[in-house]
């Protein structure tokens, strides 16, 4: 069990790029698949993009891929969703979030009911 916190949201340009941390503290991320969701506003929470727990292997919905990158450092307990050439429909709350235990397969990483720990969600909103 793993407490995780968002952070680097904010108000970005289109064409501009944020970086996004989820930082987890109470535990470890090891053994942790990972993952990015996001939400806008009058809309259903939808995948971003998850990460195994090596690394490895990363997925990306199709919204964004191209455009973003996710990765982890074990190390530093924290998660990253690089963002670049962002656009005013990426503007959302950004959430990560964990999933413990080995699963067979990729389809689930896509599944935001597979994942048992949740951040509280960072601000990013992309300007016209």
């Known amino acids: 069990q793993v407490q995780l916190v968002e952070s680097g949201g904010g108000l970005v340009q289109a064409e501009g790029s944020l970086r996004l941390s989820c930082a987890a503290s109470?535990?470890?991320?090891?053994?942790?698949?990972m993952g990015w969701f996001r939400q806008a506003p009058g809309k259903e929470r939808e995948f971003a993009a998850a990460?195994?727990?090596?690394?490895?292997?990363?997925f990306y919905a199709d919204s964004v891929k191209g455009r973003f990158t996710i990765s982890r450092d074990n190390a530093k307990n924290t998660v990253y969703l690089q963002m670049n050439s962002l656009k005013p429909e990426d503007t959302a709350v950004y959430y990560c979030?964990?999933?413990?235990?080995?699963?067979?397969?990729?389809?689930?990483?896509?599944?935001?009911?597979?994942?048992?720990?949740w951040g509280q969600g960072t601000q990013v909103t992309v300007s016209t």
């Open positions: 990460v195994s727990w090596t690394g490895a292997a990363t």
């Open positions: 979030a964990a999933k413990g235990g080995f699963r067979m397969g990729t389809t689930w990483y896509r599944i935001a009911t597979e994942y048992d720990n």
């Open positions: 109470g535990g470890t991320l090891r053994n942790y698949a």
